[in-house]
């Protein structure tokens, strides 16, 4: 894996990763931000929004299939700087996974060197973010149409490449609520010897009940 895409191993201190994962428009940064506050810890944020907006005031452009590889980089070389001072918890509003989606969504390629860093990337678990929260613009999302269709491609790439996740639906608070008592949980689980996948099958069976 090219050196500009490895994650930065935790150390002796033993970090859990939250990653946010979802489309554009569903509460991701929010979330992480309440969850950062909730646990006082660090939160990453997304290196995409300022880079392409730099790139739009400097050279009135959008986003193309060239932008991915810097955007990966910037995004590692942000969450790596984040794993060195987090506090127990770190909760990244995307990764390399959503960047990896959005290239083969958009320009239907990703490169090989994002490709495999999307894949070997590590978190304790994903949460995927639902369409169930209203559309909100700005000058850099898309458009509210075919979020469906997104949503869709978002969760089977977490199938696809074997991600341990939860679907996080709801309002703002109900979704910090949820999201609080499944990390609460997952840590005591972890503690206790369990894998985040083990976590996960446990977490379904019991609430599909």
């Not at 949503?151 to 996740?165: E, G, M, R, T, Y």
Request: proline letters at 4%; one cysteine or more.
């Amino acid at each position: 894996m090219e050196e500009n895409l490895k994650q930065l191993p935790t150390g002796a201190k033993r970090i859990i990763k939250i990653a946010l994962f979802g489309p554009e428009s569903t509460g991701k940064t929010t979330l992480a931000k309440q969850l950062a506050e909730y646990y006082k810890t660090d939160w990453v944020p997304e290196f995409a929004r300022d880079y392409l907006q730099e790139k739009w005031n400097k050279q009135q452009a959008i986003c193309d299939v060239n932008d991915m590889l810097p955007i990966a980089y910037g995004q590692t070389q942000l969450e790596n700087k984040k794993t060195a001072t987090a506090n127990q918890y770190l909760f990244c509003d995307t990764n390399l996974m959503v960047t990896k989606v959005f290239s083969e969504v958009y320009y239907n390629y990703c490169e090989p060197a994002l490709d495999e860093a999307a894949r070997e990337h590590e978190y304790d678990l994903f949460f995927l973010t639902d369409i169930d929260v209203p559309w909100e613009k700005d000058d850099l999302r898309d458009k509210p149409e075919g979020r469906e269709t997104v949503f869709s491609v978002f969760k089977q790439s977490l199938i696809d490449n074997h991600k341990p996740f939860i679907t996080l639906s709801g309002d703002k608070k109900l979704r910090l609520k949820k999201a609080v008592s499944i990390i609460d949980d997952l840590t005591v689980a972890l503690q206790n010897g369990q894998s985040s996948f083990e976590f996960v099958q446990t977490y379904l069976k019991e609430t599909s009940k």
